[in-house]
């Protein structure tokens, strides 16, 4: 059984629309990465926080960002939708940087029509 | 070179077959995973190693870090187990520690 959850799990939205994708992750996860998968595609790393500020990004625009909680939920934003940002969407958490491995929610399916 | 490889990228297996998938990566790493998506679906975690091996019921990973190998075994395979896995692991050198994911192995198990 996970300890990291995603909502929602499926979510509809019109191009040029904002969405708020949200993960609640185990107690004491102070490291959060985000990750798209777009349809027969592996996951491509969005970004990762820890403590509350992000400390790595890929190759995503500025319309995709983030916050993370001192609860250690966290959430992913994405502005203006275009019609490629429909994918599943998955966060994953651990108790710190270097130790462990991470916890995979099961992801938030995006279409965006 | 990809940094995870996986082998075979697709299977097809009999009910009731052993199965084998493998995992091999080029980077240092914390600790590997083993995920399983059926189509359409999210990640579900099967086993998070460090060393050794695991076992789950029906399935069993284990993983060498002297050769930078894992495998995910599946006894008496069922139909129900048809899904991609995938290898992933999490990078201990980088300055932000991302996971980096295999390819993924297709498993279709045939009644």
């Known amino acids: 059984e996970t300890g990291v959850t995603q909502s929602p799990t499926h979510l509809i939205k019109t191009r040029g629309q904002q969405v708020t994708l949200r993960c609640s992750s185990q107690?004491?996860?102070?490291?959060v990465s985000w990750y798209q998968q777009a349809l027969g595609q592996g996951p491509q790393f969005i970004f990762q926080?820890?403590?509350?500020?992000?400390?790595g990004r890929g190759n995503f625009p500025p319309r995709f960002s983030g916050l993370q909680f001192p609860n250690y939920s966290s959430e992913l934003n994405v502005n203006a939708l275009e019609l490629d940002d429909s994918a599943l969407y998955l966060c994953?958490?651990?108790?710190?940087?270097?130790?462990?491995?991470?916890?995979f929610g099961s992801g938030t399916r995006l279409t965006v029509v | 070179k990809n940094e995870v490889e996986q082998s075979p990228q697709n299977l097809t297996a009999q009910e009731g077959e052993f199965i084998t998938i493998n995992c091999s990566y080029s980077?240092?790493?914390?600790?590997l995973h083993w995920l399983q998506q059926h189509p359409g679906g999210g990640i579900v975690s099967l086993f998070m190693l460090s060393s050794g091996k695991k076992k789950h019921g029906r399935l069993i990973a284990t993983i060498n870090i002297q050769e930078k190998h894992s495998s995910l075994h599946i006894t008496a395979s069922h139909p129900r187990d048809s899904a991609v896995y995938i290898c992933?692991?999490?990078?201990?050198?980088?300055?932000?520690?991302?996971?980096?994911f295999g390819p993924g192995t297709s498993l279709s198990v045939i009644p």
């Open positions: 994953a958490s651990r108790y710190q940087q270097g130790a462990y491995g991470y916890t």
């Open positions: 980077v240092g790493i914390s600790a």
């Open positions: 107690s004491g996860h102070n490291t």
């Open positions: 992933a692991v999490s990078e201990s050198k980088t300055s932000y520690d991302k996971v980096i």
């Open positions: 926080y820890y403590r509350e500020e992000e400390n």
